[in-house]
């Protein structure tokens, strides 16, 4: 099994930045060939998938990010990143990071809380 570390998340203002990483215990010749999401899951609410990177590099977002936020990728530290700005308090959720789509060989992290104040 593939284990993933979250890490970067904490409580910011609306309207604030943070940079979330995650880690992936695989090397990086199978890490560059998949394709990695962002997901995040709110109080109440199912887990969605907010950002996508291929392992061409492209990008792609759910709507209500678009512009805010930007995925990308590290291969050789078999790491990726969330850089998330100008967050509104409905940002506030759990953000993990998986395969997309999402592979049973690689565990999910515990994740890592994203508050925001309003």
């Known amino acids: 099994q593939v284990q993933l570390v979250e890490s970067g998340g904490g409580l910011v203002q609306a309207g604030g930045s943070l940079r979330l990483s995650c880690a992936a215990s695989?090397?990086?010749?199978?890490?560059?060939?998949?394709?990695m999401g962002w997901y995040r899951q709110a109080p109440g609410k199912q887990r969605e998938l907010v950002a996508v990177?291929?392992?061409?590099?492209?990008?792609n977002y759910v709507d209500s990010v678009k512009g805010r936020f930007t995925i990308s990728r590290d291969n050789a530290k078999r790491t990726v990143y969330l850089q998330m700005n100008s967050l509104k308090p409905e940002d506030t959720a759990v953000y993990y990071c998986?395969?997309?789509?999402?592979?049973?060989?690689?565990?999910w992290g515990q994740g890592t809380q994203v508050t925001v104040s309003s």
């Open positions: 998986n395969t997309n789509p999402i592979s049973p060989v690689w565990d």
């Open positions: 695989v090397s990086g010749s199978i890490f560059r060939t998949v394709a």
């Open positions: 990177i291929t392992s061409g590099g492209t990008t």
